[in-house]
């Protein structure tokens, strides 16, 4: 079965034919956006070309991590974690969400310094992450072989199931009036005196005052017909989940060479601790510049690849007629083939690390596209070229941990209240008004 399964929703049968704020994207971010506007009181349509969650917010590790991440997205995960622990009573559904705490190993001194310089930015928010020597790690884990100098752990991490949270999400957004529309592209956008007041869909159109764009790796290209340059690239990342496994750790383990996380099912999802491929396309050329600052620090994890991906994306239309089908009707889900020497290379890593791994099963492969912006710091941002429009996209990896969060701060911009966090960092423009475009963390 390509890709992994994602509990299905079944999407709404009626096109609304007016709504307050059309949410463009079905994935975790896109739903909870959906949630949170529609728990304020909006008539809110939610529209994914293909169906809920089946893209990269089902192919990530699961983790709900505030550790690690780059500072600019600190004060956004402290809150994302507070909403975490309350979310399944809140949706009436399970999304596997369980605080276990996330390890990051350090190798030597200079890791265990540059972790333990991180863990500075976590002083005042009252989390518990910490700073182990490598006896209290060997102490944990009495059964791993790693020789470690010591190692972070936020034992206020947590874990979620990818293929459970974004249809939970959508379907709590439902229940509490949201259109949820499946296989349903918007082909994009029409004004009237200068603003949005609707999107044209492949079902037909629909009036609206605001459109967020939460179309993942495909907001380049969308934002792209209507004249809008977002500065967004792809990373492919292979992933394995195993068959039920007894006498594995509980908490998510990061290493350079392997990264686990236990399954609700007992399985684990496993990959590269650092490796990624990245298929070299026509927009890489477009966008060279931009990313160039990143690929300095980065260049080492990153397996360059020029092949037919190369070839299918410059097939894809970059502009379009919205009484003509968009390139996201001829792709309804991006299922790229995942690298089996990566996920192997992974698992014997965790094998030689924990010796119970050497009775995994693999039970499944998969591979996903992550968005990518040239800070790896997502846009949560008004787009002020065109009054009414938002954008949700470039979380970098990142975005299934602060999903719920990202989702209450656009809906926040979108009302005009007053924001759940400072969204400065997070501004669109950022790539236009001369700032500083810097890659902080790596993770």
Known sequence: M?????????????????????????GIIGCSTALELVE?????????KGGIGREQSSRNWGWVRISRRDPREVPLMAEALRIWSGLDARLGRDTGYRRAGIMFT?????????????????EGYQLDSRMLSGREFKEMFPDSNLQLKGALYTAADGRAEPQKAAPAIAEAARDKGAHVL????????????????????ERGPIACS?????????????AGNLGIDFPQLKVMN????TKPLEGGPEQAIWHSDFAIRKRQDGGYTVASGHENIVNIVPKSFRYAKAFLPALRK????????????????????????????SPFEYNRVLDPVPSKALSNKALAAACRAFPAFAKAEIAQRWAGYIDVTPDAVPVISAIDRVPGFFMASGFSGHGFGIGPAAGRLMADLVTNRTPLVDPT?????????????ELISGF
């Open 2 to 26: 390509p890709g992994p399964y994602v509990v299905p929703v079944h999407g709404d049968a009626d096109l609304p034919r007016e709504v307050d704020v059309v949410v463009i994207g079905g």
């Open 210 to 222: 605001s459109v967020v764009l939460a179309g993942g790796a495909w907001s380049s290209l969308f």
């Open 106 to 122: 350090c190798a030597d001194d200079l890791q265990f310094a540059q972790h333990e310089t991180w863990n500075r930015h976590l």
């Open 298 to 325: 980065e260049w080492r994890s990153l397996n360059f690849r020029l092949g037919l991906r190369f070839v299918d994306e410059a097939r894809i239309a970059d502009r379009w007629q919205m009484d003509e089908p």
């Open 425 to 437: 960092a997070f501004r669109f423009n950022r790539f236009t008004d001369g700032s500083k475009i």
């Open 238 to 241: 292979s992933v394995l989940r």
């Open 182 to 201: 499946t296989e349903c592209a918007v082909r994009g956008i029409e004004t009237s005196g200068g603003r949005i007041s609707g999107v044209v869909t």
């Open 40 to 48: 304020s009181g909006l008539r809110v349509a939610l529209c994914e």
